[in-house]
């Protein structure tokens, strides 16, 4: 089935968001039952959030459930996507045909890393963190829920945003937002095209993003008595630029 994707850019790091069809939201969310029911092994050791409940997915559950081949599908065209855009600043000193960007005269390979699941209750959370021993990480959302009511900063204005359960992508430290930067009654003030730095993410059920390991995200806590429910997964991956035409060259002859 097809999946719609786009590919976001939001400070220089490229996410991949995208929003996965009912059945296959279905497949992942069954994956993720049968490792809460049979809790094999336990993965919150190797990981930096304060959640009791997450688990590691075997990998057999992944062909059992048929979504292997829909994982390697994502995160292969992550890295086609981001390739060929890189081609193209490549090709500002190149100079080659426009067509000769597109070519698919490059292989990628994709190497499955650890999947695991997050099953948040109250009070839990994610501190920021990044994904060690990988190349590419991904947040999957099996369900969209926030908890049952606000969670709010005691003394905090009465109109502030309820940031329960959500995930927080973040890449620099000076936080100015997005475009316009301040707005004082009916006047802009600008000082330069701002910077956008971080940008939050309210869950929603069969929502994914699929990021650099290195980008620093959070996932705040909630109030509330059920779970909030998300699998991540880590890939690696290598481009073979042997015959690549941009980088390389490449004439088709051999040397």
């Known amino acids: 089935k097809k999946i719609n994707i ?3 850019n939001p400070f220089g790091a490229p996410i991949l968001h995208g929003s996965l069809p009912e059945d296959l939201t279905e497949s992942l969310e069954d ?10 092994t336990p993965w919150n050791k190797n990981l930096v959030g304060r959640i009791d409940d997450e688990w590691k997915v075997p990998d057999l559950f992944y062909r059992d459930h048929k979504v292997d081949v829909l994982l390697d599908s994502l995160f292969r065209k992550y890295v086609e996507t981001y390739y060929i855009h890189a081609r193209k600043i490549f090709n500002l000193e190149k100079r080659k045909p426009d067509e000769d960007v597109y070519k698919k005269d ?3 390979n994709i190497h499955r890393g650890d999947g695991w699941v997050n099953s948040m209750s109250d009070g839990e959370f994610n501190p920021l963190h990044h994904h060690s021993n990988c190349d ?9 829920y926030q908890g049952d009511e606000p969670r709010l900063v005691e003394g905090s204005k009465q109109n502030q945003e309820n940031k329960g359960g959500q995930t927080e992508f973040i890449i620099g430290s000076y936080p100015n937002g997005a475009v316009p930067q301040m707005i004082q009654g009916k006047r802009i003030f600008s000082q330069g095209f701002p910077l ?3 940008f939050p993410v309210t869950p929603k059920r069969g929502d994914f993003f699929i990021f650099p390991h290195w980008l620093l995200h959070t996932v705040y806590p909630f109030v509330g008595k059920d779970r909030r429910l998300s699998f991540s997964i880590n890939y690696r991956y290598q481009i073979d630029l042997t015959h690549d035409s941009i980088l390389n060259d490449y004439s088709g002859e051999n040397p």
């Open 6 to 8: 786009e590919m976001l």
């Open 31 to 40: 994956i993720c039952n049968k490792v809460l029911d049979e809790k094999i």
């Open 106 to 108: 490059f292989k990628i």
């Open 136 to 144: 590419l990480s991904s947040i999957f959302y099996i369900n969209d």
């Open 196 to 198: 956008m730095t971080h």
